[in-house]
């Protein structure tokens, strides 16, 4: 193993992407990939795959690899020349150069490919490239694995829910008899959301900010971290001092109740619950039950939110209540539970497997990448950590 000191342009060639306007856009499949990753397709391709691509611009210093021919958006810069580099570990790499640090200090911010070609790095031999590339891409591998089985997890359980909840489909062959919801199998009745489950709304995090450097905190979950996870942008509380109610963790179940109304199962670790936002449970029926039942209107609560004249929308506890969903016998509903429940339970490991994985993608990439830990003993930890 060995490794050698060389400006980046001596490790890699980088090239300003092209322009491409969605009117010249033609139908295809070519992927077009811009600052922000894929962001549509045409039917030329300008470079050949593999390919590497950062934002020059826009989404500065994001990095983005794809297998196939794709043509680079002029926002991007992407790599012309790997000079016999593992194209992969290019990949980890420039992901681990933080490329946003080296914008360019002119009026317009972006990324000069001249002033990174000069940035001083230490690379490892190819051999060692490849091993480095392909321990943490058995770890994003297993990651992005985990989310197409979510995906498909998801879409069965909300087919199945309707199948059984809305359509009645196994229950035709029954007598229907009128109700809030129309006609529905007879034994069944009618309950409005919020009476099956708890919609808890959080709290001013504000409220209880951390007093000293010493207390214990929490991230706080808004909308943001709703949708991307905490970061080190995120806000804290005192952990001590907030009420345990508005404490979330791994499993539990969150609805925006404003913006862009997201519902998720919460998996980021422990944190706490922001107003605007809504957890979600109940001591009466298992988890896949009413997270599906709000999955069931989440659409007709964002229309309700996009009608209202304000510049963020919202809904209000009484649409909850105008809400009405299908209950079976208790018979039925056990037999149901027997298919949902795995469903939703295997969603839940998967989450939480990936999070275990991408902790340890990111603790091993820079060590890696900076020759702080030997191959073996990261491919030992990757093998711990998909056990």
Known sequence: MTWSDKKLGDFITLKRGYDLTKSDRRDGDVPVISSS??????????????????????????????????WPHNTTLYIEDFQGNHERFAYYFLINLNLEHYNSASSVPGLNRNHLHEISVRVPDVATQRRIADILEALDDKIVLNRQMNETLEAMAQTLY????????????????????????????????????DFLNGTA?????????????????????LRNGFDEKSDEVGKERLPDKYIIRDGDIIFSWSGSLLLRIWSDGTGALNQH????????????????????????????????????????????????????PEDVFERI???LSPIMQKRIANELESKKLAETRDYLLPKLIAGEIEVEAAEERVESAAA
């Open 162 to 197: 309707r199948h059984w909840f809305v359509d009645f489909g196994p229950f035709q062959d029954q007598p229907f008899v009128d109700s809030e919801l129309g006609p529905i199998p007879e034994g069944w009745r009618v309950e409005a959301l919020d009476d099956i489950a």
């Open 37 to 70: 990753g894929l962001s549509g397709y045409h039917d030329e391709a300008k470079v050949s795959g593999p390919g590497v691509i950062t934002g020059r611009y826009g989404s500065i210093g994001e990095v983005h690899y794809v297998d196939e021919d794709y």
């Open 277 to 328: 936002l809504f957890k979600v449970s109940s001591e009466r029926y298992p988890k896949w039950f009413y997270y599906l039942a709000v999955r069931h209107y989440v659409e007709y609560f964002r229309r309700i939110a996009e009608s209202k004249a304000t510049t963020m929308g919202h809904i209000k506890r009484s649409h909850l209540s105008e809400a009405q969903v299908a209950i079976p």
């Open 337 to 339: 539970d027997g298919t």
């Open 205 to 225: 995090w504000s409220r209880y900010k951390p007093e000293s450097d010493d207390e214990q905190t929490l991230s706080v979950i808004k909308i943001r971290e």
